[in-house]
């Protein structure tokens, strides 16, 4: 279920991507992210609490088997991954509040993850399996996006004008990069799409368009803006179904394919639901400004 695509060709990927994404942001951006917490605190409480009773709530209502029931709160425990930072720059959201809800839900990951797992693995589970998160997990998140970043921010002030002619190219080689994920993950999967659909179709699409729901809804009803509110829909819409993945069959963790077949799943979905909630919204942003 891990292959080289997903353990080292999209990691590379997200890398470069993350490098095109920091060309367009300064240090004023994240300053403005501190200076006004609000869409932050809002969408790690949606993250961290929110999400996972709700979850909960449909695995039970669906009456999945346990396996998959704890694959699935494990997927809703999992933080915002990598690949909603390009989504949110693709459909003009906040790109800085993304990079630092993702550097903040991957170290509140440390407890929240394991807590949430080891909790759902006692309710669902006959043999109550527990799981630590290991910190490597957390340091190969933060390589992933933060340091490309930085480098992408440092060109921008060191070579402004190199920065500004970058800018468009790399966004066409995200969209390029981002499409030829989608049809490798689907590849490599397809023999067994089916089986894995049957199993938890349902649960991880009705879930991910919860997510993308909550996420985007919540900050909008407390008066965010609608670029933060699209940055926190994609961070909590698109969940980090690699390191789900990782943790559900890795030998030291969970140790369970059946339990990764959620996230191998929603890794596929994910791809879908957010471009049309990116389509959507953006529809929306522009309908509503040619009516003003």
């Given at each position: 279920m891990d292959s080289p695509l997903t353990t080292i060709g999209l990691p590379i990927a997200l890398g470069i991507?993350?490098?095109?994404?920091?060309?367009?942001?300064?240090?004023?951006?994240?300053?403005?992210v501190v200076q006004f917490p609000k869409p932050a605190l809002i969408a790690l409480a949606?993250?961290?609490?929110?999400l996972p009773v709700i979850c909960f709530g449909l695995v039970v209502a669906l009456d999945l088997k346990p396996e998959l029931a704890v694959g699935m709160?494990?997927?809703?425990?999992?933080?915002g991954g990598t690949t909603a930072n390009l989504y949110s720059h693709l459909f003009g959201g906040h790109v800085a509040l993304n990079v630092t809800l993702t550097a903040v839900n991957s170290v509140l990951a440390v407890v929240t993850l394991p807590v949430i797992v080891n909790l759902s693995a006692g309710h669902f589970l006959a043999d109550g399996s527990s799981i630590g998160l290991q910190f490597d997990k957390v340091l190969q998140v933060f390589?992933?996006?933060?340091?490309?970043?930085?480098?992408?921010?440092?060109v921008r002030v060191l070579r402004e004008g190199l920065a500004e002619r970058l800018a468009r190219p790399v966004k066409i080689l995200s969209v390029v990069v981002l499409v030829a994920v989608i049809a490798g993950t689907l590849l490599k999967e397809w023999d067994n799409i089916a089986d894995y659909v049957v199993a938890v179709g349902v649960a991880v699409l009705v879930f991910n368009i919860i997510s993308l729901i909550i996420g985007y809804g919540a900050p909008r009803l407390a008066g965010v803006g609608q670029?933060?509110?699209i940055a926190a829909g994609m961070e909590i819409g698109i969940h980090n179904s690699t390191l789900a993945i990782t943790v559900a069959v890795s030998p030291a963790l969970l140790n369970s394919t059946e339990m990764a077949i959620p996230a191998a799943v929603y890794g596929i979905v994910m791809f879908f639901t957010a471009a049309a909630f990116?389509?959507?919204?953006t529809r929306q942003r522009t309908t509503a400004a040619s009516s003003a």
């Open positions: 991507i993350m490098l095109g994404l920091g060309l367009g942001l300064t240090v004023a951006d994240f300053r403005r949606c993250q961290a609490l929110l709160m494990l997927l809703a425990a999992s933080p390589a992933i996006v933060l340091v490309p970043v930085a480098i992408g921010m440092a670029r933060e509110s990116g389509y959507l919204v």
